[in-house]
């Protein structure tokens, strides 16, 4: 399986996918933001990270470069395109998720574990994932889900809600969201399921001496979703 | 000639900027503050001089660019 990771000015989180993605049998390249090509891939990853330096709005210059183009192609075309953290907030930038990432309801940059619950396993990402609910990494300043009312009901009656922030045994509530996002929404999908944006970086768990190894169940389970 | 926008978000989009600010100009005496939103303001020089059509695309790059229309709207004064 062949995934290509874009790196935009400012990603950072880049090599630890890298690193993730061919832990698991991806054969991975890295794709610079000034590229107008991707190499042939099952998958796209866009990383977390400050692209542009978080200019205008997160995501949003990312999401008028000139890879994207591409990235917008082989999303419509049904090719999975998954963005975690920063590459979420340009998924939405680009309009291939709706909503919008806003500042954090605290105004606190939030950097630690927390728990998401998977609401779909319906779709390449999560079918056959042995859990219900993960251990994940989030850092981020602009995590707070946000959409319209009609556009939460569309993301529900479509079941494009994936993941949701929650505590160890699956129970959703004000407490155990972080951020304020809207529904304890920690990722969702497009209407197609082929595109995954979400907050949490399963990337920076991929080993018990990294706090958790629960991103394992998330790589171990997409690669073979896509054999 | 320049065209300026300013962005504001919508009523109702959260803003924590805007009430941090709020809270500390109530917290030096300025009690009479009740809220406060927080926007961005552009200044763009554009080479025609031509106004008409120099609004026309200054609109078309609030709607691409510079607002994001979800959360946020735009004016050009």
């Known amino acids: 399986m062949k995934s290509a990771v874009i790196i935009f000015p400012g990603s950072n989180c880049d090599r630890d996918m890298d690193v993730a993605l061919k832990k698991f049998g991806f054969k991975n390249q890295m794709v610079w933001h000034d590229d107008q090509e991707i190499p042939k891939s099952d998958l796209i990853v866009l990383p977390g990270g400050f692209s542009y330096g978080d200019y205008l709005r997160c995501g949003s210059i990312a999401g008028k470069s000139k890879i994207i183009k591409s990235v917008i192609e082989f999303a419509n075309s049904g090719g999975l395109v998954l963005g975690i953290c920063n590459g979420f907030q340009i998924l939405t930038e680009t309009g291939l998720l709706p909503g919008v990432l806003l500042q954090n309801k605290y105004q606190k940059f939030i950097c630690k574990n927390v728990h998401v619950k998977i609401n779909n396993k319906e779709n390449k990402y999560f079918k056959n994932i042995k859990k219900e609910v993960l251990e994940l990494h989030i850092a981020h300043n602009e995590g707070n889900y946000f959409c319209s009312k009609d556009e939460l009901k569309s993301l529900i009656n479509n079941n494009q809600i994936a993941v949701t922030y929650c505590n160890e045994n699956g129970k959703e509530s004000d407490e155990f969201n972080p951020n304020g996002a809207l529904s304890n929404i920690a990722g969702i999908f497009n209407k197609n399921k082929n595109i995954l944006g979400m907050m949490p970086h399963p990337e920076r768990v991929i080993d018990k001496s990294l706090s958790s190894d629960d991103g394992n169940f998330f790589f171990e389970n997409l690669i073979e979703n896509l054999k | ?77």
């Open chain 2, 1 to 77: 000639m320049k065209v300026k926008v300013i962005v504001t978000l919508k009523d109702g989009v959260l803003d924590p900027q805007g009430k941090a600010i709020q809270q500390t100009l109530n917290g030096m005496s300025y009690s009479e503050v009740k809220e406060v939103r927080q926007g961005k303001y552009f200044d763009i020089e554009v080479n025609t001089s031509d106004e008409k059509n120099a609004k026309v695309k200054v609109e078309e790059m609030c709607k691409k660019l510079l607002a994001n229309l979800v959360i946020e709207d735009y004016k050009i004064l």
